[in-house]
């Protein structure tokens, strides 16, 4: 599966049970409004007399909604973990045994800079203006693995068009592998709000052929022409 399809798969049974609940909900309150309405003024409330019964299995019913919702979020959290995606191109399997690109990603207040061990190359920017968004160049058709991590509070990568995302911590880093099957570029945002510019905390993933890729390493010049 990949991550938009594992989103619409716990989002869509997440929306069956919340409406569920909500319909179960409206009916007791409509129910108990007409009822108490309806009954002698000298008789206690529907309320305020003990229903034991009906108060336990209602706890059991929302406890066991809710206890299944954990559930189908963290067994689908730990697919997202072993698959990556591309959007519109559907699920591509990580291959056993391919070591995956490192791309180290730090995340601060309020922009991005990403790093590629083994090599001097590095981006960032100031975020301040569209024209200054870093722009995080990845070989196209190869697992990229990304190191997350935060030099002062919490952020979060978050690539909306692959329904792609990962908290960014101090003293922590956190990855994420995805694979680009073909080349293009993506906006990255923050999710996770962290100050006054957090809005602006926007970047680009870019993937590019592993051609241009090497020479980007080598160069540190930005395939298609700008330099970051
Ligand atoms: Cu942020």
Redesign the pocket.
């Known amino acids: 599966m990949d991550y938009r399809a594992v989103f619409d798969h716990v989002f869509g049974i997440q929306l069956w049970i919340a409406g569920g609940v909500f319909v179960l909900v409206t009916a007791l309150l409509v129910g108990a409004i007409v009822l108490n309405r309806a009954r002698r003024r000298d008789k206690l409330p529907f309320a305020a007399a003990e229903h034991n019964a009906v108060e336990i299995g209602f706890a059991v019913v929302l406890g066991g909604a809710a206890a299944f919702l954990v559930w189908l979020s963290l067994s689908n959290n730990h697919a997202l973990d072993y698959t990556d995606t591309q959007a519109g191109s559907g699920p591509q399997a990580v291959a056993a045994g391919a070591a995956p690109v490192q791309v180290a990603v730090t995340?601060f207040?309020?922009c991005w800079s990403a790093s590629y061990p083994g090599s001097s190359t590095s981006v960032t920017g100031s975020c301040a203006t569209p024209g200054d968004r870093p722009v995080i160049v990845v070989p196209q058709g190869r697992p990229v693995e990304f190191s997350l991590t935060s030099r002062d509070?919490v952020?979060?990568f978050w690539i909306p068009q692959l329904a792609v995302k990962r908290d960014a911590y101090p003293d922590h880093v956190n990855s994420l592998v995805m694979t680009f099957p073909d080349a293009g570029q993506w906006l990255g945002r923050?999710s996770?709000?962290?100050?006054t510019h957090?809005t602006t905390?926007d970047f680009y993933v870019r993937a590019v052929p592993d051609d241009q890729y090497q020479s980007f390493l080598q160069t540190g010049a930005l395939p298609g022409g700008a330099t970051a």
């Open positions: 995340a207040q309020w509070v952020h979060a923050c996770e709000y962290c100050g957090h905390m």
